[in-house]
């Protein structure tokens, strides 16, 4: 048997992100998640300072729920990618609802991937090892 050698390491040091989640817990899950593993993190919980926050600090990352007050994740990718600063910015839907129905939306939207809730830390860095490396995340738990 041939033994496979891992696939690339990443940095989680040298990756900026920013997560749009207006849930309390939510927010304070993945905010715990992407600091202790070691990512330059920040929180929007409206989705209303996301696109501020995004050309201010040009995030590597972002992970976004799909419903939010009074907008939603939709909406908020279209004004994201409406910017040519942003181009390279990865934008991964975060979300507890149904990925069955969830994903192809996604998709069509022009997300970078998809994350269902709840989160873990152990698949959730897997999940931004794979994104960071060039490879899908369409998770359907």
């Not at 979300?95 to 069509?108: E, L, N």
């Not at 709840?118 to 999940?127: C, I, N, S, Y």
Request: aromatic fraction near 6%.
């Amino acid at each position: 048997m041939v033994a496979t050698s891992p696939g690339p390491s990443v940095d989680f040091t040298q990756i900026k992100a920013i997560a749009v989640e207006d849930n309390t817990a939510s927010a304070a899950m993945i905010g715990v998640i992407m600091t202790r593993l070691g990512m330059d993190a920040l929180v929007d919980h409206t989705g209303k300072n996301v696109l501020t926050m995004s050309l201010k600090i040009r995030p590597d990352i972002i992970f976004c729920d799909l419903n939010l007050p009074g907008t939603s994740g939709y909406e908020v990718i279209k004004k994201l990618r409406e910017w040519p600063q942003l181009k390279g910015t990865l934008i991964v839907a975060c979300s507890a609802t149904d990925p069955h129905a969830g994903i192809p939306k996604c998709k069509a939207a022009g997300f970078d991937g998809f994350i269902a809730k709840p989160l873990t830390r152990r698949k959730f860095r897997m999940q931004v090892e794979r994104l960071m490396t060039g490879h899908d995340v369409w998770d359907s738990r």
